[in-house]
């Protein structure tokens, strides 16, 4: 019997429009930190179609506050919050359904916390659609780090298994490098193919 193969899906930028909910849970810390009248609409607006970790820096900086400790906080509110103002992407909706059509198992990979984005996979994306949700643990991301194989190992699943990965940074294109699959950038519609995974290296990594 052939083993399941699957697809990797990145959550934020991607699957979901999930900047309004940032955005007002970044607005909650600035406001604890006497910083509520820079949080404007022309000050988020910007950041829009950058990666979260930009808008998280940016808002770090504004609040004077060192990005890991920003990012507690902001995780602390994003989790509070319902997921209404998260909305899924249908293009890439239609793309996830295919694949499954095809017989192809799914995987949601992201930096958001293991909680959260378990959520907003339930919530916005379905019941029973995702069949693997790999997101942050702690403060360290995931993205793009060694950490994804071993996740994908926790879960039975040998990286030779998968067989794409569907991103929107250059963050997405790296960690389909690690795994060594191919990669489709949904914004420019351009698919890279990577027949052989390259060596990963730890260091200077960030988040998305």
Known sequence: MKEQEYVIFDLDGTLVDAFPTMVHACRQVM???????????????????????????????????????????????????????????????????????????????????????????????GHGVVDYVIGRRDTRPVKPSTEILTRLQEHGIQRERCIWYYGDTGIDRVCAELIGVRYTDIRKEKTIIRNNPITPQRGNETSA
Do not use: W
């Open 31 to 125: 406001s604890r930190h006497g910083r509520k009248a820079d949080a404007t609409l022309s000050f988020f607006e910007p950041y829009r179609e950058s990666t979260p970790q930009l808008l998280l820096a940016a808002v770090a900086e504004v609040c004077d506050m060192e990005l890991a400790l920003f990012k507690e906080e902001f995780d602390e509110e994003y989790g509070k919050l319902p997921t209404d103002g998260t909305t899924a992407i249908p293009s890439v909706l239609g793309i996830m359904q295919r694949e499954r059509e095809k017989g192809m198992g799914v995987i949601v990979l992201t930096n958001k916390r293991q909680y959260i984005a378990e959520r907003v996979c339930e919530d916005v994306i």
